[in-house]
């Protein structure tokens, strides 16, 4: 079964700074999907970033970035330029593809990231 | 990305009652998911409900106790049956949707049991 940790239960910053959440996982697939969702207080589930495991590229979207090592099987986000509006819980999760079975996300245990002005 | 909305956003019931949620998506969608997340906690999958199929259950999550409706692609309903105060939880559907069937949530519903 497929796991997923995150490490750092709560993290603070100053607005403006950039900040890196960790994320590992393990699995023995070797194809699969990795995401990056965030819950601000609202407790609505955003998706922030997707990664496949078979790209080496490291996915971007505008602020976000992540870096994805396979072979340490570890899945960062970096946030840069951090605003305000960033404060939520991040969780990191992992799928398999649907060719593999069950479309299930399982989800690390969140880090509650504080921007503070 | 699917709007998707639930009913009703947040509910306290009485212990030994039950509950129906409902998920309602803007577009046809095959998979919808319900998951659970406890005070403080991750999400955890309850099931799987495809339309046309019977719904799959994770381990720990039993029909009697969760049963699901899928009636057509654009609808679902979760109940929670006999409640105690340890289903107190946010209740969140989600679609399976885009290049690889990523998932987008709804709003939650945030159920008390008292």
């Known amino acids: 079964a497929q796991t997923v940790t995150q490490s750092q239960p709560e993290m603070s910053v100053q607005e403006a700074e950039t900040v890196t959440l960790s994320c590992t996982y393990d699995t023995s697939e070797s194809n699969y999907y990795l995401f990056w969702y965030k819950q601000p207080p609202s407790r609505q589930m955003i998706l922030v970033i997707r990664q496949e495991a078979y790209k080496q590229q490291n996915a971007t979207e505008n602020r976000f970035s992540v870096n994805f090592q396979k072979a340490a099987k570890s899945f960062s986000l970096k946030i840069s330029d951090s605003q305000l509006g960033d404060t939520a819980m991040y969780f990191c999760?992992?799928?398999?593809?649907?060719?593999?079975?069950?479309?299930?996300?399982?989800f690390g245990q969140g880090t509650r990231l504080t921007i503070n002005p | 990305s699917a709007v998707i909305s639930q009913k009703p956003s947040r509910d306290i019931c009485q212990r030994g009652t039950s509950l129906t949620i409902q998920c309602q998506v803007d577009s046809q969608v095959t998979m919808m998911f319900w998951y659970r997340q406890q005070p403080g906690q991750s999400l955890t999958l309850i099931a799987t409900a495809n339309q046309g199929s019977e719904a799959t259950y994770e381990s720990g999550f039993v029909i009697d106790k969760f049963p699901i409706s899928r009636p057509n692609l654009t609808f679902s309903t979760l109940t929670v049956s006999n409640m105690s105060p340890e289903d107190s939880s946010i209740y969140l559907c989600?679609?399976?949707?885009?290049?690889?069937?990523?998932?987008?949530f709804g709003p939650g519903t945030r159920l008390t049991v008292t």
């Open positions: 999760a992992f799928m398999k593809p649907l060719n593999q079975g069950a479309q299930k996300l399982v």
């Open positions: 989600s679609v399976g949707e885009g290049a690889v069937n990523e998932q987008y």
